[in-house]
């Protein structure tokens, strides 16, 4: 068991670096999920015969006990009713591990996907001269000379709603107004609230299993405190920014 994969990073660079990891779960569960003969006479548990006598056929109790024992292939098909059978033939350590595997792969499925930001050519693009901060982003964007709007750029944190362009691109940067941000902010929080409010207490959760509502608990909690620190960057990185003055365009970030 190796127990390095059940660090879950804050953050994945790519979808694809996700489906990584939730692969590198998975193999991990491959190798402690299968429930072998031994294990199971060692329990004092009969294994029927497999074939009929004096026929080719699987016997029905074979058939039977197997459906009874069988292991989910993948993590994401393990429930609950899975537990009370592997505490038989499963040491504490292998359940516990298989508990932290399906916790892993749970927690690393909401964890946002931030790719990093990339380099540009200091030749500024359409002759933009001067570059401010997004409302929305935080990052920092070309602003077009003719206009003083941000130019489009797509969202940095894949959060479901938030494919393709962001909401900043097409907007005053932040170190002219900050009413987009203030906005955002508040929404954010009351977000943030609702999803609290509507959860109440947590869920009693079942010493060796897990069970879906506390899971569900576990996520909608870790949702919530993400919109509230989302609320708190644009807090702390971009209403500072008012009446600031323009950075030169060339380190903008699209
Ligand atoms: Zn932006």
């Keep these: 068991m190796d127990k390095s994969v059940l660090e879950v990073p804050a953050s994945f660079r790519s979808k694809a670096a996700q489906k990584d990891f939730l692969n590198k ?3 991990a569960f491959d190798g402690v999920k299968r429930i072998d003969r031994q294990a199971l006479e060692n329990a004092g548990i009969a294994i029927p015969d497999r074939i009929n006598e004096g026929s080719e056929t699987f016997s029905d109790e074979w058939i ?12 994401h098909q393990v429930r609950e009713k899975h537990f009370p059978m592997w505490a038989h ?4 350590e292998q359940v516990q591990f298989i508990t932290d595997l399906v916790l892993a792969r749970n927690e690393a499925k909401f964890k946002p996907v931030i790719r990093p930001a990339k380099k540009v050519n200091p030749v500024a693009k359409n002759g933009a001269t001067h570059s401010g901060v997004c409302q929305v982003c935080g990052r920092t964007q070309r602003v077009n000379n003719d206009t003083g709007l941000l130019a ?3 969202f940095v944190v894949e959060w479901d709603q938030h494919h393709g362009e962001c909401d900043g691109s097409g907007q005053l940067p932040a170190q002219v107004s900050t009413d987009v941000t203030v906005k955002r902010i508040a929404s954010l929080r009351e977000q943030s609230a609702n999803i609290l409010k ?12 897990n069970n879906d509502a506390w899971m569900f608990w576990n996520n909608q909690t870790w949702l919530a405190r993400e919109l509230s620190r989302s609320a708190d960057f644009l807090t702390n990185a971009v209403l500072p920014v008012l009446g600031k003055d323009f950075t030169p365009a060339d380190h903008a970030d699209i």
């Design 89 to 92: 033939v499963k040491t504490k």
């Design 25 to 27: 779960l998975n193999r």
């Design 198 to 209: 509507a959860l109440g207490d947590e869920p009693k959760r079942n010493a060796v299993s």
């Design 152 to 154: 489009k750029h797509g």
């Design 64 to 75: 039977d006990f197997w459906q009874k024992w069988n292991t989910p292939l993948d993590l």
